[in-house]
């Protein structure tokens, strides 16, 4: 799967971002994630959705602002970024992972195969 990276930008802090990731083809039975580089560091664990869609993972920093979710089409992964903080400022990538039969959140770089060019998100104070 090819996935493409867009809605990144430059935002002030506490507005919001809506990250898009279109597959080119189906992201049905995939479970999916989001990533972030921030210059100089390495890269983290943003958020997760298990292949059945029925389960979510978010590290602490961006929980209860951050969501990740999918179209019914199953061909678009979101990432909807409320409240938006100096410190989310990085490169955000997806990640999809070939379907397994485990439905589970996927939280490890290495467990994704499919990974998107990256799209830049920066927050000024």
């Known amino acids: 799967a090819q996935l493409v990276e867009s809605g990144g930008g430059s935002v002030q802090a506490g507005d919001s971002l809506r990250l898009s990731c279109v597959a080119s083809g189906t992201l049905s039975g995939f479970a999916l994630g989001w990533f972030r580089q921030a210059q100089g560091r390495e890269r983290e664990f943003v958020g997760a959705?298990?292949?059945?869609?029925?389960?979510?993972k978010y590290t602490a920093d961006v929980k209860g602002r951050f969501t990740v979710s999918t179209d019914s089409a199953q061909n678009t992964l979101y990432l909807q970024a409320n409240d938006l903080k100096p410190e989310d400022t990085a490169v955000y990538y997806c990640a999809a992972r070939q379907p397994s039969s485990y439905d589970i959140e996927y939280t490890r770089g290495r467990d994704y195969n499919y990974w998107g060019q990256g799209t830049q998100v920066t927050v000024s104070s």
């Open positions: 959705i298990s292949r059945s869609r029925r389960f979510t």
